[in-house]
């Protein structure tokens, strides 16, 4: 077990998430010498940039991002209706935690 207090030779007695945090720490403080550097383009990295960042383009400046659909009243309805089943389980969830 890990304990509070790391300066005395005994266990305090207090365990915990912060204890165990704290353990981890120190093992990963030991650790840290073994570990790789982060991979980068020149050392092994395998990652290919997008310019056009999934926006379907062929990278040049006149495919810019899709346009929205307009939002009809069905739409408004539906945002409505969530919004309201929400807000409905909202106010019951805090009425049985009061009472």
Do not use: Y
């Not at 395998?46 to 346009?67: E, N």
Request: negative net charge; contains cysteine.
């Amino acid at each position: 077990m890990c304990g509070h207090k790391w300066t005395t030779a005994s266990f305090d007695g207090q365990t915990g998430v912060g204890e165990q945090l704290c353990a981890l720490q120190a093992i990963q403080s030991l650790l840290i010498q073994n570990a790789s550097l982060p991979v980068t383009t020149h050392t092994g990295g395998t990652s290919k940039g997008d310019p056009t960042a999934g926006t379907g383009g062929d990278g040049d400046s006149s495919g810019g991002a899709p346009v929205p659909e307009t939002i009809t009243t069905r739409d408004k309805a539906g945002a409505g209706a969530l919004t309201g089943i929400v807000l409905l389980g909202m106010i019951c969830g805090t009425w049985w935690l009061v009472t």
